[in-house]
């Protein structure tokens, strides 16, 4: 079993930077993917970067690439997602994700979940 718990969202201005946290515990090993995915009102899950450090195969969405960048600690204890040039459209509620494989964009595959934090972006 694998427990996931986000924080770090917030209220932060059009251009603005933060910085996600996602305390990772239980059963696993870099043989495990870790996603960040994200729920805007009225529409779909969708994924934003995804990191598999046993190969360092790593992923983003076009959306957020070059702004967007996904990391862990040295205790792989913490999965980091930092966001820079924040736009309105990034409101979201942002989820932490695990799954045991290849990393992939689709929210099916990956088993774990967090309860999701809060990103709100003002213009």
């Known amino acids: 079993q694998v427990h996931l718990v986000e924080s770090g969202g917030g209220l932060v201005q059009d251009g603005g930077s933060l910085r996600l946290s996602c305390a990772v515990s239980?059963?696993?090993?870099?043989?495990?993917?870790m996603g960040w995915f994200r729920q805007a009102p009225g529409k779909e899950r969708e994924f934003v970067a995804a990191?598999?450090?046993?190969?360092?195969?790593?992923a983003y969405a076009n959306s957020v690439k070059g702004r967007f960048s996904i990391s862990r600690d040295n205790a792989k204890t913490t999965v980091y997602l930092e966001m820079n040039s924040l736009k309105p459209e990034d409101t979201a509620v942002y989820y932490c994700?695990?799954?045991?494989?290849?990393?992939?964009?689709?929210?099916?595959?990956?088993?774990?979940w967090g309860q999701g934090t809060q990103v709100t972006v003002s213009s």
């Open positions: 994700a695990a799954r045991l494989g290849t990393i992939t964009t689709s929210t099916f595959s990956y088993s774990y």
């Open positions: 990191k598999r450090w046993s190969d360092g195969s790593t």
């Open positions: 239980g059963r696993t090993s870099s043989s495990y993917a």
